[in-house]
Nanobody, 127 residues
Framework: QVHVVESGGGLVQPGGSLRLSCAAS????????IGWFRQAPGKEREGVAC????????YYADSAKGRFTTSRDNAKNTAYLQMNNLKPEDTDVYYC????????????????????WGQGTQVTVSS
């Protein structure tokens, strides 16, 4: 049975850091590009970053460039999103998902290409 669990969210002050984890079971994470999305109540789910399956190359949305870094540990079947210099506008529920159509991240994340969504992890940036 496919299962994805995001963790690592929490409350952090502006300028702080968090590392989110995306742990998978029931499938091999290294077969897929892994996308990170975020969503605020009443808003569309927004793609922020992606890490490729083959060479771990990444794509970042403008909101994430220079502050967020993706990585993956295929031995642990886990992907990560390191978030630095967090801002109040980064406050959202963060999700990871597997891209069933691509192994490489080639540009802006297209939500319908992704599946195996987890329950999300809340990130709150506030002083």
């Amino acid at each position: 049975q496919v299962h994805v669990v995001e963790s690592g969210g929490g409350l952090v002050q502006p300028g702080g850091s968090l590392r989110l984890s995306c742990a998978a079971s029931g499938f091999s994470l290294d077969d897929y590009a892994i996308g990170w999305f975020r969503q605020a109540p009443g808003k569309e789910r927004e793609g922020v970053a992606c890490v490729s399956a083959s060479d771990s190359s990444s794509y970042y949305a403008d909101s994430a460039k220079g502050r967020f870094t993706t990585s993956r540990d295929n031995a642990k079947n886990t992907a990560y999103l390191q978030m630095n210099n967090l801002k109040p506008e980064d406050t959202d529920v963060y999700y990871c998902a597997a891209n069933l159509m691509r192994r490489r991240c080639v540009g802006p994340l297209i939500k319908h290409e992704y599946a195996y969504w987890g329950q999300g992890t809340q990130v709150t940036v506030s002083s």
